[in-house]
């Protein structure tokens, strides 16, 4: 093995580590309400809306929300899957089970809790990687005590129910209940190429697209 080999694989190493740190710090800086902490998580020209970008934007957006909607927050962040576009740029998925306390019109408060992932873009900017952009995948948010059966699993207090896109990024949901099984022998695809699990289970789908506020 070469020593420039060898020093790519260290550096491959050293990023997946900070790419998982970042999942990691993003969930304790936001639970505990450090902005400026959270908000350097993000490339510098992080694009909030059509209009803004920038972490200042992002905090004040954050600062808004949080402050409207929650009186506090738990993420817990789970499976991480990470892969590289070239050495400074790589995507992921990484899973999130979420717990929030959350005040209704009426005066009363409701304890929420929420299943869903995170699509991630990571991007490394001067040595330091960053997060590119986050697209929330919703499965379900319900008040702790009615479980979120059927349709419209996102159930915040005072809002419509709706779907949360935790399964339309997956072209394999939706096609694993349109074919039962037959009576043919199973047909097993080839196995992923290195660094394309997640473009495979995609189905080589473009990039999916955060819906800009």
């Known amino acids: 093995m070469t ?22 710090k993003y ?4 639970d505990m309400r450090d902005l400026d902490a959270h908000v350097n ?6 694009r909030v809306s059509r209009e803004l970008s920038g972490r200042a ?8 929300t949080l402050r409207q909607q929650f009186t506090g927050t738990s993420h817990h962040i789970g499976n991480h899957i990470i892969e590289f576009d070239d050495a400074d740029h790589a995507h992921g998925v990484v899973y999130s089970k979420n ?4 005040p209704c019109d009426n005066g009363d408060t409701e304890w929420v809790i929420m299943q869903m992932l995170y699509w991630d873009n990571y991007e490394r900017i ?10 929330p995948c919703y499965w379900y948010a319900t008040d702790l005590n009615k479980p979120p059966v059927g ?25 694993f209940w349109a074919n039962p099984p037959s009576d043919d022998e ?3 695809a080839a196995p992923a190429p290195l660094e394309q699990f997640l473009n495979t289970m995609r189905r080589g789908a473009p990039e999916p697209k955060i819906r800009v506020r």
């Open 126 to 135: 001067d040595g330091r990687w960053y997060f590119r952009r986050r697209l």
């Open 186 to 188: 199973p047909q097993v």
């Open 3 to 24: 020593d420039q080999n060898l020093s790519a694989r260290i550096d491959r190493l050293e990023s997946l580590d900070e790419i998982r740190q970042l999942a990691a």
């Open 57 to 64: 934007n992002l905090k004040r957006w954050l600062d808004d």
């Open 151 to 175: 349709d419209n699993k996102m159930r915040w207090p005072d809002r419509d129910s709706y779907e949360g896109a935790y399964h339309e990024l997956w072209p394999s949901w939706a096609e």
């Open 99 to 102: 717990e929030h306390e959350t």
């Open 27 to 30: 969930s304790l800086s936001l």
């Open 41 to 46: 998580l993000f490339a510098h020209d992080i």
